[in-house]
């Protein structure tokens, strides 16, 4: 099995914009990896991080500038030949994945095996079919099932809230306070985030 | 084990008033009670839906006008006396829920099993020690957490995304569509709803 975790290093989580800074998001981004890696090393597994930019990380980078759609694909025709070796592709934005999520993403015997993100994305896939391609674009997880299914390939989901956690958004980042203790919460906290109780859902303020 | 299906039935789902009108609201919430009826009956199990006013079910449903809280507890209290009888809570607007996933929420052995909402929120929950109590008020599933460990319960949690998607803004309905062929989905679809991809994640847009 081999893991790869893509991650965007160059301008980072641009739509945490409003509430963060260029560095922060930088800093913020490499701390939300750092979780990630963590959690995939702690499962027994080797990340393989590319960045499209030089980034910290506790594992070495490969640097690779393509996007998300042509860099996976090359992966997958490269590494899914003949069904002998799988390829697993975990996004670097799931802080509040744990060892646990990771063995259950990886542990369906399925030719693809999909994670959905919240707001129709892929947070994370495993492929053992040679013909499985990804398209990142839109309501991917719909278009993945459906690529799968028109190949014949046996398709399985792994139904986890953790891999489906991306933090994209403002709205998202109570999410890392609320259930994570890794390097993107204690991030968070350092940075004077707190969360906030609204009628509704939990949201965050920042106070210094 | 004894499971409830606890629903607002007078003015439900208030924060979708921008995109539904009070009868739809109404209409809505019952497809959805419906989902979770049905997960829950397939998954072997008696749902007890107990409604603050009358609705159309399936299932024989109880009026009682209590808020939450004041209903959980007293439901706790007379339920869990002793430690043979658990109860387990789910809440009506989890739509994508599976009979697996019910499975997945009864299987632990821990006192307090949790299953956490988006936002902070505690979308189900089983109980076998007879001091908990629920607090639904803000960040419940951080004050449950708290309040099972002073308790010297054991705590477990469930990693299910289909458990913590509850409908609530019109932001969520789109999770309805991409990962549900139930009542609610089949009832947003009638009503003209439709996925609608931007450079972010997917929306829903009504299109009659």
């Given at each position: 099995m081999r893991l790869v975790v893509p991650v965007s290093g160059s301008d980072p989580k641009t739509r945490l914009a409003s509430v963060l800074s260029p560095d922060e998001r930088r800093d913020f981004a490499e701390a939300m990896l750092a979780d990630v890696v963590d959690a995939v090393t702690a499962a027994g597994h080797e990340p393989e991080v590319i960045s499209t930019a030089p980034l910290d990380c506790a594992v070495p980078v490969t640097v690779d500038d393509r996007r998300l759609d042509p860099l996976v694909n090359d992966l997958l025709a490269s590494t899914v030949t003949n069904g002998d070796e799988a390829l697993a592709v975990v996004m670097a934005d799931l802080p509040l994945v744990t060892p646990k999520s990771i063995e259950r993403l990886l542990a369906p015997d399925a030719d693809v095996v999909l994670a959905p993100g919240l707001g129709g994305g892929t947070n994370a896939f495993v492929c053992r079919h040679p013909e499985f391609r990804v398209d990142y674009h839109g309501a991917s997880i719909r278009d993945h099932r459906e690529n799968a299914q028109d190949l014949g390939a046996s398709v399985a989901e792994v139904d986890s809230r953790r891999l489906a956690t991306?933090?994209?958004?403002?709205?998202?980042l109570a999410e890392v306070l609320l259930h994570s203790d890794g390097a993107a919460a204690d991030w968070l906290e350092q940075s004077g985030f707190e969360l906030t109780a609204a009628d509704g859902r939990v949201d965050v303020q920042r106070c210094r």
């Open positions: 991306d933090i994209d958004e403002p709205g998202d």
